[in-house]
């Protein structure tokens, strides 16, 4: 099923033709869950592949043989593509674990009836638009990626495929307060607390690991391991759909990336477009690695 030109339109947002179909989009918003499912959600670029890794390395005590073994998208298949009832129905991998794109409003109702337990996943948006910006670049089955400047509008204004950054963000993580069975967990924090993250995530999903458990949990899970791992790094994937030598899936991993690329005009733009769009969100970012008062600053906030 190649199809990289294709482009499906699912309740106003875009997806690339290659991974869903209008069944397989249908489906996922009716998806039967058990209470016993694990579901990643996140925007794209956000920290998912990461925290695939580490669901799978939690419920498997730290030990790295699935993780090592079984390529992520077997182990954590994707709820909205074609693929998903084979993979699910082949798998004896328990719990399940499934992972989606999907924005809050279309898995809703589908949730509401189940006591899955919910993994979401965000990251500051300047670094998700940059990394975003590279895999269009390696990825065959996403339009062009155009120059930067092209591409931070349209990261801006919600013309991407899988839809508004904004309305992702917003729409799941005002769940926080009502649902119990949902975790919000940033893509800052399994940086510079991988560990802390690790602790969370296992209490969460009601895992709980002794020390060493904990420690081999962390170390298969670092982003070099993370980058070496064909299970991982998307290598696997033949090059006509995701092109290696254009760019590595697993790319830099670091935080506040987007002050390579960002000029000090795109950076005030974004400044404000993001004040605008999530005044009423209380959401605060951290926007660079660095250990001053600038680091937790949010654009919502008074300069």
């Not at 482009?7 to 039967?32: K, N, W, Y």
């Not at 990261?155 to 917003?170: A, I, M, P, S, T």
């Not at 420690?215 to 980058?227: L, R, T, W």
Request: proline share 4%; glycine share 4%.
């Amino acid at each position: 099923m190649a199809r990289l030109d294709v482009v499906e339109i699912f309740h106003g947002i875009s997806f690339p033709g290659h991974l869903h179909t209008q069944d397989s989009l249908q489906r996922a918003v009716e998806f039967p869950f058990q209470d016993t499912d694990i579901v990643i959600v996140s925007y794209p670029k956000s920290g998912t592949t990461w925290m695939q890794e580490l669901v799978t390395l939690i419920s498997s005590r730290g030990n790295p043989h699935l993780s090592q073994t079984v390529p992520n998208w077997t182990r954590a298949p994707w709820l909205e593509q074609f693929y998903l009832a084979s993979v699910l129905e082949a798998s004896t991998i328990t719990p399940r674990v499934i992972t989606t794109h999907l924005s809050q409003g279309l898995l809703s109702s589908a949730l509401q009836v189940s006591k899955a337990k919910v993994i979401y996943v965000s990251r500051n948006p300047k670094d998700v638009a940059v990394s975003f910006y590279h895999f269009h670049k390696i990825a065959n089955f996403l339009p062009d990626a155009g120059s930067f400047p092209e591409f931070l509008n349209k990261f801006l204004e919600g013309k991407l495929q899988y839809g508004c950054w904004f309305d992702h963000v917003k729409g799941w993580t005002s769940q926080t307060t009502s649902m119990d069975n949902l975790l919000h967990i940033t893509y800052e924090e399994m940086s510079l607390d991988l560990r802390g993250v690790t602790e969370k995530v296992s209490s969460f999903l009601q895992c709980p690991l002794v020390d060493d458990e904990v420690n081999n949990c962390v170390a298969h899970c670092s982003f070099n391991s993370m980058k070496d791992n064909k299970m991982v790094n998307y290598t696997l994937v033949a090059e006509e759909i995701m092109d290696h030598k254009k760019g590595s899936f697993m790319r830099k991993g670091k935080i506040g990336d987007w002050k390579n690329m960002f000029t000090e005009e795109q950076n005030q733009y974004f400044d404000d477009v993001f004040k605008s769009k999530m005044q009423d969100c209380p959401l605060e970012f951290i926007w660079e690695d660095q250990d001053d008062k600038d680091t937790h600053r949010n654009p919502t906030e008074a300069h």
